[in-house]
């Protein structure tokens, strides 16, 4: 148990190495199991300084050999407290992929089924959840003991990692903070609505992270997780929810923007009775997504009952914004054998792009001159695009670069 420990820890703090502008200087952990005695020396023959209860947070100084940790606790004290009855935010953010039919997940490089595919991922990988703020969670994989960062949908990752709402009873902004005490400068703020990834529960206070940022809220501030969490229920919404546009004139439309500001770029418009999924909810401004896309619209304009005006007829004039249908999210490999017709199948003339393959240590994709894969061509990086000029069961001819070359079917994304 031990082991695992430490290897948990190590996760934990090389991903605040890897990850500077959303790590802490501090490193903090939360007392388990009862009463724990702070000791003066790594030992538990060690002079007692006092004893905490469970949910008491301590600031990490230094690790021992011996199974302790040197801490600092909030009432100024320093000493040394057992290893085992610590517990650290980075042991908590771990999930799993998961898709009913099994095969591949795609880990793409940006929140969207417009982006590119980084890898796909296997069924049943473990990945590390960094941010799952909004439907689409930004994770990294291990791959060969270095990790790949992107981002894949929240739909295909099983997680026990709990989520919550900043609310706030006059709709402003919280501080997160850089410690979970309200003497802790603030490293940044959140509107009320915002949905926050909880990584450690301590008493008074939670350890989140949301928009990029990462550290400390008070738990009269946060909603949604359970009774346990404070007094201040306000309007947070505790779930993803159903709303639709409701103009107050059945000829306007209502603006998604990039961020909650009237004078934020407008990324859709949008027609009453438009179905929008509602992930935070303010008193002024809700996080929504509309198919795909991601973005914030004012409440005001928002019904929730099911009732909207209906919108005007065709025969008057109006913009209409059309939503495109997405693509699948996840795309899976099935063998086929020889000789065995696919519909699926991408015909000449498809356009793609190049995809490191998942388990594989390679950051390049190689591309060749011949159909056996022998002569090596060229490498290319990841989302590099691409034409298939004939798609095969282990191997595709493609054009890339204005020339004919081959690639395993496994390197190819469309």
């Known amino acids: 148990m031990k082991g695992i420990k430490r290897k948990a820890l190590a996760a934990a703090l090389l991903l605040a190495a890897l990850l500077p502008a959303m790590a802490l200087a501090d490193q903090f952990a939360v007392v388990t199991g009862g009463r724990l005695n702070l000791r003066e020396y790594a030992s538990t023959s060690s002079r007692s300084l006092g004893k905490y209860a469970s949910g008491t947070w301590v600031r990490l100084l230094e690790s021992s050999d011996a199974g302790f940790w040197r801490v600092k606790t909030l009432d100024g004290r320093t000493g040394y407290m057992a290893e085992r009855y610590l517990t650290l935010a980075g042991t908590a953010n771990q999930g799993t992929v998961k898709y009913a039919n099994g095969g591949y997940v795609n880990l793409r490089s940006g929140p969207s089924l417009e982006t590119s595919v980084i890898m796909r991922v296997t069924c049943g990988t473990s990945v590390y959840i960094v941010d799952s703020s909004y439907e689409w969670n930004y994770i990294y994989v291990m791959m060969n003991g270095t990790p790949v ?19 706030t009873r006059n709709g402003g902004r919280v501080n997160v903070r850089s410690g979970p005490s309200s003497s802790f400068g603030s490293v940044g703020t959140l509107a009320s609505g915002t949905k926050v990834s909880v990584l450690l529960k301590g008493s008074g206070w939670y350890q989140i992270s949301a928009n990029g940022l990462t550290g400390f809220m008070s738990t009269s501030y946060l909603s949604g997780t359970g009774s346990t969490v404070g007094s201040n229920t306000g309007s947070g919404a505790t779930a993803s929810q159903t709303a639709y546009v409701n103009n107050p004139k059945s000829t306007q439309v209502l603006n998604l923007r990039e961020t909650p500001s009237q004078s934020a ?36 304009y928002l019904s929730f009952n099911g009732s909207y005006l209906p919108p005007a007829s065709a025969s008057t004039p109006v913009y209409v914004y059309v939503t495109p249908t997405p693509s699948p999210l996840v795309q899976v490999i099935t063998p086929v054998p020889a000789q065995t017709p696919v519909s699926s199948v991408p015909t000449a003339g498809t356009r793609g792009t190049l995809a490191v393959r998942a388990g594989s240590s390679e950051t390049m994709v190689s591309v060749y001159n011949d159909s056996t894969l022998t002569s090596l061509k060229a490498s290319y990086p990841p989302a590099t695009p691409m034409t298939i000029l004939s798609y095969g069961e282990s191997v595709c001819m493609i054009l890339i670069d204005s020339g004919v070359a081959y690639v395993s079917t496994w390197n190819v994304n469309y």
């Not at 407008?266 to 997504?289: D, F, H, L, M, P």
């Open 149 to 167: 960062y992107g981002y894949m949908h929240d739909s295909f990752i099983s997680s026990s990692q709990t989520s919550a709402t900043v609310t």
């Open 265 to 300: 770029r407008s990324i859709g418009q949008y027609r009453n009775g438009t179905q929008v999924k509602v992930v935070g909810y303010g008193a002024t401004w809700c996080e929504v997504y509309v198919g795909t896309k991601h973005g914030y619209m004012m409440t005001r």
